[in-house]
């Protein structure tokens, strides 16, 4: 079945840096946007970034300028290289597929990013 395998998550303090992996299997992952969301205690899920297949990405404004989304499409792996994370930014992170043109998606088992203070 599809697995959708996030890492890279822990406990940094305000300024420093990390860098999320998640691993993509049993999908062609050229036919996938991939995405990060985070959802931090009592609030709703939302988006940090999208890349398509050919590079294309998007991202909240909340992280511009501080996030980077990347994807090796040879190793089915999707980045999110984080910056000058502040505590805002603790949060549970997690990866998603989503098929360009049926739109059915999968998602991962999320990876606790903590930002101190």
């Known amino acids: 079945q599809v697995q959708l395998v996030a890492s890279g998550g822990g406990l940094v303090q305000a300024g420093g840096s990390l860098r999320l992996s998640c691993v993509a299997s049993?999908?062609?992952?050229?036919?996938?946007?991939m995405g990060w969301y985070r959802q931090a205690p009592a609030k709703q899920r939302e988006l940090v970034a999208t890349?398509?297949?050919?590079?294309?990405?998007n991202y909240a404004d909340s992280v511009k300028g501080r996030f980077t989304i990347s994807r090796d499409n040879a190793k089915n792996t999707v980045y999110l290289q984080m910056n000058s994370l502040k505590p805002e930014d603790t949060a549970v992170y997690f990866c998603?597929?989503?098929?360009?043109?049926?739109?059915?998606?999968?998602w991962g088992q999320g990876t606790q990013v903590t930002v101190s203070s």
């Open positions: 998603n597929a989503q098929h360009w043109a049926t739109f059915r998606d999968y």
């Open positions: 049993e999908i062609i992952f050229s036919f996938y946007v």
């Open positions: 890349i398509t297949s050919g590079g294309r990405t």
